[in-house]
């Protein structure tokens, strides 16, 4: 265990800015393994929480949501920040048992592997629109804005029952919400009226869905959320709204991200994107390992609801601790070589990208499919692929990835 000090590399946890240089947040997460898999943070206006990077020890603690509870606060937030909102949001995220299990019940056959098939479909139309667009870019592009962007946006309006022409907004108010911390993603400087305002737009929003679904149930996911009964009862408004914003949110920026992070390891490592072409059965394998580098959700909180254990250490009841997804992917205890992108790596698998235990991600069979549809049309036709400039990432310490992804490329027929 290390303590924390002054400048110190713990600051990756705490520091938005950390995250505008993923290779230099990759190197110093290595270095803190080298000191232990337990850090005690202690910086100015965080209340003190532990950094959790060991891959094991994030396990044992999902395995355990009754004595690490997701609530008050499944997100790493500032003392101000907290104190200063307004609105509590509850989601599936917010959620213990044994309200969770309840709701999280509702929609979990929904995203069972046998119905997500039934979007396999959609996903390969969306890839083949996505590698047209490329045809017609002329051999530049932005692939964070053009194309990894959009994608799962459109994926969520399908799955919701949303039109098309709801794009826009949803996009506002998607990245507004992940991506309050990055300068760039924010409607003008952070205040509690803003968060209270972007949350209002998703309630006005939705709103009239429920409405309209409660009136007219058709077979879209918006409709289960609307007419969903909980213990026999219709669902709260506040409940009902979370957990829109969880469907919502939680499919975009997510695949968004890896899907960039994934492309950028091709253009990177040409060998791979190589051995990809002339092995197009390591596909889902390479998928896997894109899931682990990228890890788009940086980390949850969790918090101990009695004295306990971890890696030797005592943690008090209360205490807050902070599973670093990022981190424990590349831990180098689990992960040989954790820095290189290997898409042939035996254990890709074993990334913890989506979580694990009652919490695991609800959409990761989704998200897998989504990465597989578009690689596997977009690969086969790459001739040429390279990095056009730097790319940006978003400096935000939950969830995110690139904000720019500048590419040349050109495609063969
Ligand atoms: C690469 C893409 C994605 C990543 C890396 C990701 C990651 C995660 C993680 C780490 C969690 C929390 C797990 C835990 O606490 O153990 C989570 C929860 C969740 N994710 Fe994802 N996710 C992705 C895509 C999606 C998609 C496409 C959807 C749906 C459209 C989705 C819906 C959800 C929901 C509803 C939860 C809450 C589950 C609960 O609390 O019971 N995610 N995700």
Known sequence: MSQDSAAAPTDIFTDNERWGDLAD?????????????????????????WAVIDHAAVLDIERQPELFTNGPEPVLANQWAISARQLEIKTLIHMDAPQHHLYRHLTSDWFKPASMRRLNDRLDELSREAVAKLETMGGTCDFATDISGPYPLQVILRILGLPE???????????????????????????????????????????????????????????????????????????????????????????????????????????????????????????????????PVRHFMRTAQADTEVLGHTIAKGDWLYLSYKAANIDPKVFTDPLRFNIERPNADRQISFGYGVHFCLGAQLARNELRSLFSHLVPRLASLELAGDPTTMKTTFVGGHKTLPI?????F
């Open 25 to 49: 947040w990759h190197n110093t997460a290595l270095e803190l393994h080298s000191q232990g898999g337990l850090h005690r943070i202690e910086r100015e206006g965080f209340d003190p929480f």
């Open 165 to 295: 022409s709801d794009y826009p907004r949803m996009l506002m108010l998607t990245q507004q919400l992940f991506g309050q911390e990055d300068p760039d993603m924010q409607r003008g400087e952070i205040s509690p009226e803003m968060q209270a305002q972007i949350i209002g737009d998703f309630y006005n929003y939705f709103s009239t869905i429920t409405a309209e679904r409660r009136a007219t149930p058709t077979d879209d996911l918006a409709s289960l959320i609307a007419n969903g009964l909980i213990d026999g009862d219709a669902m709260p408004d506040l409940e009902t709204m979370g957990y829109y914003v969880i469907v919502a949110t939680a499919g975009h920026d997510t695949t968004s991200s890896a899907m960039a992070g994934g492309l950028q390891a091709l253009a990177d490592n040409s060998d791979q994107l190589a051995k990809l072409q002339a092995h197009p059965e390591l596909l889902n394998n390479a998928v896997e390992e894109m899931i682990r580098w990228t890890a």
């Open 408 to 412: 040349r490329y050109t495609l063969r």
